[in-house]
């Protein structure tokens, strides 16, 4: 269950995708092929709830205990597991540090090793987590283009990711 990130990189990378449902940066399927403008006003309308949340317990507090540290509350627990989530490839793609004569990028897969262009994994998705659960069948992570292009047809049983 586990993805190599390797080649043409100052440093290859081991990515775990089963860790990932407790990651911020992920992001909801639903979501992730929203255009920038709509999803803006989704950030921002959170974030306004948040910081009435945060207000609100400030206001209502009885006591001056200290904040217990809670990971995650029932319902974001009960939210995870109801949803599927993409990560965004490109901050691995960062911290890797790709060679600068890196052009092409090979995804070897289970059926077939498919080549696409280091821009095009730039702006890729990876999908780790349907309904809740990794992807057991076709896993561990299927890729899919930000643009939505291959949406109905994502390139499935992504095992290594291997920069030219």
């Known amino acids: 269950m586990i993805v190599q990130l390797a080649g043409n990189v100052g440093y290859p990378i081991t990515l775990d995708p089963t860790v990932w449902i407790f990651d911020d940066r992920k992001v909801l399927f639903e979501e992730a092929f929203i255009k920038k403008e709509e999803s803006t006003h989704t950030y921002e309308r959170n974030e306004l709830d948040e910081a009435a949340e945060r207000w609100n317990r400030a206001i209502h507090l009885s006591d001056a205990r200290p904040p217990v540290n809670k990971s995650i ?91 030219n």
Request: net charge negative; charged share 30%; with cysteine.
């Open 73 to 163: 509350t029932r319902f974001e627990r009960e939210k995870i597991l109801k949803n599927s989530y993409v990560m965004p490839i490109q901050e691995f793609i960062v911290h890797a540090e790709v060679a600068d004569d890196a052009k092409d990028v090979t995804l070897i897969t289970d059926d077939k090793d498919v080549l696409i262009s280091l821009e095009q994994l730039r702006n890729c998705y990876l999908l780790f987590a349907n309904k809740g659960k990794p992807l057991k069948e076709n896993g561990p992570v299927h890729l899919y283009f930000r643009d939505g292009s291959n949406q109905e047809t994502p390139i499935t049983s992504v095992k290594k990711i291997v920069i």
